[in-house]
């Protein structure tokens, strides 16, 4: 159920959303750019492979503020649960939970999603990420691809490069499930690191 936005929110919406705004209107920002200079750099380099699957519940809570633009415009932010049913493998650790974070555009029947992810591994340390995808519908259940990078790690996995592709569902009851794989560069990381 959608709940009205608490005015404490409002101004740091605000500042979420033009963050957003000029992430998404820059066909190619300096953090982008960076990425495709590492995605560069990790295909001379030793690649570690990794593939998982994610389930998280509905948004709990969810935020919706409709642009007075045009009928079905708007902009939504959601908090999620998520658990691995098939764990991320690195470094020999394994994903086990985590929260999602994300800021959907609805417009013209397309969900245009952006979001982060951070999960706590089975050592207790963090991994966060950061993913983009497009659903071609307002509500499930409903197929969606995307893509998603490594942000950033905690104690070992300081200094994580790596990312892929996602493909999964967006249920009638509004959970996610995706199907994660992609890469890694294990001697980027602290704990490789000697």
């Known amino acids: 159920m959608t709940q009205a936005i608490p005015r404490s929110w409002l101004r740091s919406l605000a500042i979420l959303l033009s963050s957003i705004f000029f992430f998404v209107a820059c066909p190619m920002g300096a953090e982008e750019k960076e990425n495709e200079k590492d995605r560069d750099k990790r295909s001379n380099e030793q690649l570690a492979k990794v593939e998982g699957s994610v389930h998280c519940d509905k948004p ?13 415009h708007a902009l939504l932010l959601t908090h999620r649960k998520c658990t691995w049913t098939q764990p991320l493998v690195i470094l020999g650790a394994k994903t086990k939970d985590g929260v999602a974070v994300n800021f959907t555009e609805k417009m013209e029947g397309t969900l245009h999603m952006h979001g982060f992810e951070v999960d706590t591994l089975d050592d207790g340390e963090k991994l966060t990420m950061r993913t983009m995808n497009q659903v071609l519908a307002e509500k499930g259940p409903v197929s969606t691809r995307g893509r998603w990078s490594f942000m ?3 104690g070992k996995y300081k200094g994580i490069k790596g990312g892929g592709t996602y493909e999964g569902k967006l249920e009638a009851d509004n959970s996610l499930t995706l199907n994660l794989e992609g890469d890694y560069v294990p001697a980027e990381m602290a704990g490789a690191k000697k």
Do not use: F, H, K, M
Request: avoid cysteine; hydrophobic fraction near 25%.
């Open 60 to 72: 709990d809570p969810a935020y919706a503020l409709d642009v007075p633009d045009r009928s079905g």
């Open 152 to 154: 950033r790690g905690t």
